[in-house]
């Protein structure tokens, strides 16, 4: 079992950058693939990016492509999420989650933290 802190949202203008961040609990965190979802409102859950447990391998929704990084330091049990050229449609409640299969990187997830409001406007 693993549990998951996020941190690191917030209010940012169109064009703004942001750093999301997520604790993992536990011995074995680089056993677990990490992912960053979102949730909007009146939308499903959905995965925006994801890692392997050993970092060579990732996973990006298109629409943040080239703008968002997902990056996980496992000496430290964090995973990151850095968002660039952030838009008013990323804004989101964004939830870190781990999956315990490390080559679920894409999903399915085993494990969710409580999620970080991302809030852009224009």
């Known amino acids: 079992h693993v549990q998951l802190v996020e941190s690191g949202g917030g209010l940012v203008q169109a064009g703004g950058s942001l750093r999301l961040s997520c604790a993992a609990s536990?011995?074995?965190?680089?056993?677990?693939?990490m992912g960053w979802l979102r949730q909007a409102p009146g939308k499903e859950r959905a995965v925006v990016a994801g890692?392997?447990?050993?970092?060579?391998?990732?996973y990006y929704t298109d629409s943040v492509k080239g703008r968002f990084t997902i990056s996980r330091n496992n000496a430290r049990n964090v995973v990151y999420l850095q968002m660039n050229s952030l838009q008013p449609e990323d804004t989101a409640v964004y939830y870190c989650?781990?999956?315990?299969?490390?080559?679920?990187?894409?999903?399915?997830?085993?494990?969710w933290g409580q999620g970080t409001q991302v809030t852009v406007s224009s």
């Open positions: 989650a781990a999956a315990q299969r490390e080559g679920n990187y894409a999903g399915p997830y085993n494990y």
């Open positions: 890692i392997s447990g050993g970092r060579n391998r990732s």
């Open positions: 536990g011995r074995t965190f680089n056993s677990y693939a």
